[in-house]
């Protein structure tokens, strides 16, 4: 959960527009243009969707069968008040909630990061049981250790994984695999280690207001935000699987 409940609302306020947000709709997107293959009748659940923001873009995109759920009473009222399909539920108490086989797609971004690994496994699990065979299970997740700063403190986060974090999830899962992953923004990751580096130094030294702490989802300058973008763009054209970022991008497929 996030901490701070004015966090919802800059999400809500930001995520049409902020270039994190939409470079990570746009894969996201991109992986379910090419599950679907023009069919935009395919079932998809957003678990853990916030305030509606990936929601709002699918339906856009021509999706009609769009669901989504998440535990906080802001987020299901913001997406609400879009008029999105949106639920009151715990991801990590899935099992019973959803027939089994329900979902073509199922898309989980930054969430994990806030359980401990047990809960993580068991609801990679219940999400799989849910997925249709030859489904999807795509979800972003934070990065690396060495990202870490203020801002995991502003959206409780307990780990930042890397790829072998869901190998190791998905041991036990005999029925699924990672088809796809890669890591991103390398070009930006010198930027973001500086701001963090910065964050763990004033953490260190107590400059922190700790009450009222903030993540780093805030709208930067036009012309700092459509730089950001363009060198995400940049960096997908010429990058098939980045090496190194703070977020990893993952696609699990269910088997037949
Ligand atoms: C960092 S936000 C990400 C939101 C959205 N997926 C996005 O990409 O913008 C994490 C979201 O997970 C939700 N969440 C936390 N614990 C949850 C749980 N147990 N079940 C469902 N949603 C949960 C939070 O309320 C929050 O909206």
């Known amino acids: 959960m996030l901490i701070n409940s004015e966090e919802y609302r800059s999400m809500f306020e930001t995520e049409e527009k902020l270039w ?19 069919n935009k009748q395919i ?8 305030t509606g ?8 995109t021509g999706y009609q069968n769009i669901k989504g759920l998440d535990f906080n009473d802001d987020a299901v009222g913001f997406s609400k008040s879009r008029g999105l399909d949106v639920q009151k539920l715990d ?6 909630v959803f027939e089994k086989e329900s979902f073509d797609i199922i898309v989980s971004d930054d969430v994990l990061y806030q359980f401990d690994d047990l809960i993580i496994e068991k609801t990679i699990s219940s999400i799989v049981d849910i997925l249709k065979p030859n489904g999807v299970f795509i979800t972003n997740n934070n990065a690396f250790e060495v990202f870490r700063g203020t801002h995991d403190i502003a959206v409780g986060s307990k780990k930042r994984f890397v790829l072998k974090d869901f190998k190791a999830y998905l041991s036990r899962t005999k029925n699924a695999s990672i088809v796809n992953h890669h890591y991103w923004s390398l070009f930006l990751s010198p930027l973001i280690l500086v701001v963090r580096l910065v964050q763990k130094l004033k953490l260190k030294l107590n400059l922190v207001d700790l009450q009222n702490i903030k993540s780093d989802v805030e709208m930067p300058s036009e012309f700092m935000n459509n730089l950001f973008y363009n060198i995400c763009k940049f960096e997908s054209k010429i990058l098939e699987k980045s090496p190194f970022g703070s977020s990893i991008f993952l696609v699990i497929k269910k088997e037949k």
């Open 43 to 50: 079932k998809i659940l957003d678990a853990g969707c916030g």
């Open 20 to 38: 994190w947000y939409k470079i990570l709709h746009e894969k996201v997107i991109s992986e379910i243009n090419s599950f679907s293959k023009g």
């Open 53 to 60: 923001g990936l929601l709002l873009k699918l339906q856009s």
């Open 91 to 96: 991801i990590t108490h899935l099992q019973g």
